[in-house]
């Protein structure tokens, strides 16, 4: 069964209008970040938020026994580090860049100034607020309802709706992940994803191409998982 993609994800910066995107631009500051750099450690108190134009960034958590949980994986056009800015309250995640990035990075105060003047920009940063913040408990609700194999497809889901591309037989993520990576987003082992994924192989459900994975037949994740019509910026990853 080939399934294609027909819904394209709505992020932040391409939602606004040419000109609101240049006011935004405007109050911002342009910076280049390399691999391994850290924008904010869980825990901090956040000054900034940061755009991506170009790369990612991980978001992720640790947990009690020191092991890294990863939360999302942001790319370009979407926002980093707006959920704790405005309420005072410590932020929940760390943030880390992956490969080299170009960001612009907005200060608090420029960003309350802006909102008070444009209300546009405004909603549109609440629009995008509460998208993220769904996405978030829709993981975590998938995590704890659906089990390990759940997990692994609701993820796999996840990275097809942010960052699937067409292929001849399915939809191919456009990321490079290993079976650590995924391991990483559902809090298991690697040898317990390797077993999954080796399933879904047998089963024709999915297929690697020079290491990328292909969704070869997307519903079979989706029945499994009882998958509802919810918005595909809410099943992101």
Partial sequence: MVEKRTVEMKRFFSELSPENQRILLDVGTEITADEGTVLFVEGDYPEFVYLVRSGQVSLSKMTIDGKEFSVHLKQKDELVGEVGLFNEMAISV???VVGKAKLVRFEREQLENLFCQNGE?????????TRHTQSTQAKFRDLLLCGKTGAIYSTLIRFSNSYGIDHEEGVKINVNLTN???????????ESVNRMLNDLKKEEVIELDDGYIVIKNIQFLK????????????CTI
């Avoid at 650590?180 to 690697?190: E, V």
């Avoid at 029945?223 to 809410?234: A, F, M, N, R, T």
Wanted: net charge negative; proline share 3%.
């Fill in 94 to 96: 760390t943030a880390k």
């Fill in 121 to 129: 920009i405004a909603m549109a940063f609440m629009k995008w607020f």
């Fill in 180 to 190: 650590q990576d995924l391991a990483n987003f559902i809090g298991t082992s690697r």
């Fill in 223 to 234: 029945d499994y998982l009882h998958c509802g019509d919810c918005p595909v910026e809410i």
